[in-house]
Each structure stands twice: as C-alpha cells, then as structure tokens.
C-alpha cells in the first residue's frame, strides 16, 4: 500500500536553499517513491517558488491566516509535487528566507512559520479535496509548529515526525506571542510550547511528535548531552525511545562526477585523472597559482559552528606548509574580512569568494584536492559526502556526521586502503594545523592519496539505505509499532 506523507519545510532544493536542509528536502520525495512512500512538500511561497509555479491549483483560500490573506496551491515543479503556501505578506519579500540582505532575522518570523505550520496542520485535518496524508514528516523549527497543532486539533491521530536538522536553530520567541498562536490553554506549559519563560516552536514539536528523528547516529547521541543539547538535552533525553539517528544521503542525480553539467570535464573513479582540467578551471576562478601543491578547497557558511575562525590561522599554516586555499561561503562578517585580508596577503596561494554560488561549489569539488571542514558541531554535513564522491579528500573534524561517514588515514586504514580522508578531535586549532601537517604529507605519497581518493569514491552514500529506514519507521508509526 502507498504510504501518502505530507512533509513539511522550509527550503527545498533547487527553489529556495541556505543550506543541507534544502537538499534533503529536495531529495527526500524522489528517494522515498522507490520505497512506496509518495510525499507531497509544503513549502512557503517565496518569490523563487512563485516565479516557477506556472499552472497551480487553489487547494484553499485564507482570509486573514495570522492577519494575511494566505491560499494554499498545489503545483508540481521541477517533477516536486509541492503545496505551496502563497501569503504575499509573509513571504513576497527581497532578501533570504529568514531574514534581509543585512542578516537581520524577519520580525515576524513567528507569524511565517506559525503560518506554515498551521496550514500543514490544516492539510493533515483533511482539507484538501480527494487527499489526505498518511502521515506528516516535518522539518525544523520552521515547520514544528505543525507536529503542536496537530497534537492539539482534530489530526491528533495522524503520526507526526520531527526531524532536527541543526539544534542550534530553535524558534524562540516571547511568551506573548501565546495567544495569537490560536492554540488551547492546555498548550502552554513545560509539556506544551513553554521553553524556558518563553515560547519555543522547535521545543513544541519536539514534545509533541511521535517520532524525533536527526541526521546522523552520532549527532544522535550528542544532543542527548548538555553541550550538544543546548537546553533541549533533557527533554531529548526523556523521549529517547523515540529518537532515531538516519544519515541524509547524497541525491546522485545532482552530484555525480561522471555527468556534472556544471564541471568542464566528467569523470568516473576510473578516469580520475579527469580531474586535472577542473583542478586548473578551478585555480584559474580563484586567481590561483597553477602547480602541483594540495589544493584545498571550503565551501561553507561562514561561522563559528563550521569552525571558520580557526581557519584564519590556519590558513597561513596551509601555506606555509606550501598548500594552496579557496573559499566559497558567506556569513559571519568579520570572518569574511579575515578571510579576504588572508587572501590578499597571499596572491596565487589562497582565493576568497564571498557568497553564493551552486555551479561554483561543484567545480571545486571537482577539482580540489582536499576540502576542510573543521566543524564544532556537524548534524550530518554534506559537503564532505560530496567531496567523497568527487574524489576530493575530506579533512573533517571528529563530530556528528562528520564522524559518521570518514575514515581516517591511520596507518592500518591506509595500508587496507579503507582510508577515505582524515580525521582530526578535538575542533580546535592545534589539532587542525597537524592534520594539515597530515593531509600535506599524505599528498606527497601519490600512491597512497589516489588510493584515498578512490576509496571515498566507492562508498555509497545514495539516499537508497536513508531512505528505507524512513519508510520502516513510517509503517511502524502507522501501525502503532514506534
Ligand atoms: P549546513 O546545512 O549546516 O550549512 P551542510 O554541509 O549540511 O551544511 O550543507 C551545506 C549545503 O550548502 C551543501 O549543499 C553545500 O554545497 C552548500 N553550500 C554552502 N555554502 C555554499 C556557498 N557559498 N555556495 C554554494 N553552495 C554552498
């Protein structure tokens, strides 16, 4: 029997992305068809959504949805069958999803994603025409509100899940936003929407789903501590039973080295040297000098969490030891200036781009030698999976999903040839320099790299084994049994 699920989110990749959450959105509903799951995406109607919906249908209008005209439409984009959530006053605007061009957070972001999450909870009550989910997977703060309102309404039946896809993002808002969520007065309360004196939309759904799932096991077991857990350990903790760690997967049709329309030269694990006129597109886009000397790349947002203020250092380390450097990401601005100030102290050796830019991220994983990621916390990370795929060398930090997913180049790996990149504990900056010092030497060792390479590029990380545990945990949830 075909599982109908309804899914959540803020994001889906290729219309609306800031991060891996959007890929996993986007891939989600393909690698779930072969599982018998058929899954339609609520997204909200942000300008990039609108301007692809082409022929839509009104599934339901809203006179005043949280005090905005608001009509759920039903299209289907790029093969996605999404509903998505036309609010011109909520989302119709310039800027990025949560926030404007100078980085501030929308003010009434707990008016748009109480709005997102009261319209998938009304879908979940039945108010489409001829369809009705099965279930509702919901992702983040954005969309967790739905797993409350269901609890609270007449869906309170229909399983509900909450995946985390970053803890550290968590909806917290005043108290007095309360009693214009439009929910009962038994929702308020340490079991309910309350979090710490405030109101706390990741919290509610978290307490309120049957199934809490993040994506890796080993971010699994972290957040069940104070440090990782940033004050949701405990209530993570009292729910454990309901936790479960499932890797996000790589969608294979978007990265795939060997039919990348975005690389000037495919390749395959067997024409690896395939790679060399990427390398040289590469250093040619960053103003790089072109030689032999490790080549790494970042592709990340530039914060704390990925570890980006100790690259400061250690980018001088890099090439000191005679290693090249290019970084694509945004974010934090006086990392960014830090970084740009690096890249013109050392013309040809390290090159900076400031923003973002997908067809870019794909060159240079086709043509870097090794990508750092040297993060605090990593619920999975997929620039890594990519960089595996790609055959470029991944310099991971031993955390969450990082740890998930990279063997390291000790000796007894390297010489089973099971190493696929190096990992370094703890995330600070002397661990990051030696394994630098690491990836610097194993470089040298032409053999031994290759062999990394190749290694990374045979390692399955496609959606297929993700995603069957998600369909086992939907038909578990539906039959009572989770
Ligand atoms: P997070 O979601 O925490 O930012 P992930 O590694 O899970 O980190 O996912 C990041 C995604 O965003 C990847 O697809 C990565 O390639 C992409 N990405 C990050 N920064 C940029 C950028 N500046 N330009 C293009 N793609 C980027």
Known sequence: MTINLLSVASEIYPLIK?????????????????????????????????????????????????????????ASIDGMDLLVLDAPDFFAREGGPYGDHGGNDWPDNWKRFAALSRAGADIAEGLMKGWRPDIVHVHDWQAAMTAAYMRFGPAAHVPRIVTIHNLAFQGRFSADIFPQLGLPPEAWGVDGVEYYGGTGYLKAGLISADAITTVSPTYAQEIRSPVHGMGLDGLINGRVDKLHGILNGVDVCIWNPAAD?????????????????????????????????????????????????????????????????????????????????????????????????????????????????????????????????????????????????????????????????????????????????????LHGDRKAWQAMQRAGMAADFSWTNSAARYADLYRALMAGAA
């Open 261 to 441: 329309d975005l690389i000037p030269k495919s390749y395959g694990a067997k024409s690896i040297a395939g790679r060399a006129a990427n390398r040289k597109a590469l250093e040619k886009a960053f103003g790089l000098d072109h030689d032999g000397a490790p080549l790494c790349i970042i592709v990340s947002r530039l914060t704390w969490q990925k570890g980006m203020d100790l690259m400061i250092d250690a980018a001088e380390h890099l090439v000191a030891q005679g290693g090249k450097l290019a970084v694509l990401g945004s974010g934090d601005h006086a990392l960014e200036g830090a970084l740009l100030g690096a890249a013109d102290r050392h013309r040809g050796r390290i090159g900076v781009r400031i923003g973002y830019d997908e067809p870019l991220s794909h060159l240079m994983q086709a043509g870097g030698d090794a990508i750092l990621i040297p993060s605090r916390f990593e619920p999975c990370g997929l620039t890594q999976l990519y960089a595996l795929r790609y055959g470029c060398v991944p310099v991971v930090a031993r955390v969450g999903g990082l740890a998930d997913t990279v063997i390291d180049a000790n000796e007894a790996a390297v010489s089973a040839r099971a190493a696929t990149g190096i990992v370094f504990a703890p995330s600070d900056a002397l661990a990051l320099h030696g394994a630098i010092n690491r990836l610097v030497a």
């Open 18 to 74: 800031t991060g891996g959450l959007a890929d996993v959105v986007g891939a989600l509903p393909g690698a779930l068809a072969g599982q018998g799951v058929a899954v339609r995406t609520l997204v909200p109607g942000y300008p990039a959504v609108i301007a692809r919906l082409g022929k839509a249908k009104v599934v339901r209008r809203y006179d005043a949805l949280f005090g905005a005209p608001a009509t759920i439409v039903a």
